[in-house]
């Protein structure tokens, strides 16, 4: 508990087509979805779980950049590259064709790109970097079409929430199952125990002993499945936050 905390964002999209090149509303609606996500005030959201928090973390588009000057929070760079290795960090440094991100410590920096591998496996959604990572290549990075709820997204993947996975992992949490068999920790109290991933929406599957969470945005259900985090993510995300190297919103 306590103040509100509102983070600035800077989006930078890298594009390899014009389609790529998304819209001021499709990042808007992104957005959009992180503040609904994070305060709770999601439409989708129920009453299935009691853990289920208000985050009390805001986001905004950045008006001032490095240099001062105004901005509408969106940084934009043509490039030949059609998918992105996620273990190269590539399209976070101008050197490597990618757009260098805006001071780490003040800005949660957010790229979008063409497309997303694992040495070469596609179909990467998104990824992110854990608190205490190299400072050069803090942030989230998301193909165009997993990011926001309008324009150019991909069913069942189109509601916003690889974002909010994301910025879950940016500020500290886990998987949901802890990457591991019943055991494997998520470092969160609240969180049921669960031994693997659930993609779709597996409502009511058991693993452990007690139904999984699958409605938190720290599972692998489908967007339109996903609806909480919990208080003790609350806890742990805030204490990342305040503790943490980011400053911007402190
Ligand atoms: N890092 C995960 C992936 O790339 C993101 C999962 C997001 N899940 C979602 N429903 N949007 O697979
Ligand atoms: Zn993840
Ligand atoms: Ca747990």
Redesign the pocket.
């Known amino acids: 508990n306590g103040a509100v905390i509102t983070i600035p964002v800077v989006v930078h999209v890298i594009y390899s087509n014009a389609t790529q090149n998304i819209s001021q509303a499709q990042i808007q609606s992104q957005i959009d979805v992180l503040n609904e996500d994070f305060r709770r005030t999601n439409s989708d959201r129920d009453n299935t779980w009691s853990q289920a928090a208000d985050m009390q973390i805001e986001f905004c588009l950045a008006q001032v950049d490095p240099n001062g000057n105004p901005t509408n929070g969106i940084t934009r760079k043509a490039s030949s590259v059609t998918s992105w290795n996620t273990t190269q960090n590539r399209m976070k440094s101008s050197a490597t064709g990618g757009t260098d991100p805006w001071d780490t410590t003040q800005y949660l920096n957010m790229w979008t790109v063409s497309a997303l591998n694992s040495n070469g496996r596609p179909g990467?959604?998104?990824?992110a970097q854990f608190p205490g990572g190299n400072r050069a290549t803090d942030g989230v990075v998301m193909g165009y079409n997993?990011f926001g709820r309008v324009g150019a997204v991909s069913a069942p993947?189109d509601g916003g929430?690889?974002t909010t996975?994301?910025v879950g992992h940016f500020l500290g949490l886990r998987h949901i199952w802890g990457d591991g068999p019943c055991g494997a920790d998520d470092f969160v109290a609240d969180t049921p125990e669960s031994d693997a991933s659930n993609g779709g929406c597996q409502i009511g599957s058991v693993s452990c002993g007690s139904v999984d969470m699958v409605q938190n945005y720290m599972d692998?259900?489908?967007?339109a499945c996903?609806n909480l985090f919990t208080a003790g993510q609350k806890a742990r995300m805030r204490a990342n936050l305040l503790n943490g190297g980011f400053h911007a919103a402190l």
């Open positions: 990467i959604l998104g990824y997993y993947f929430r690889t996975h994301e692998y259900s489908d967007d996903m």
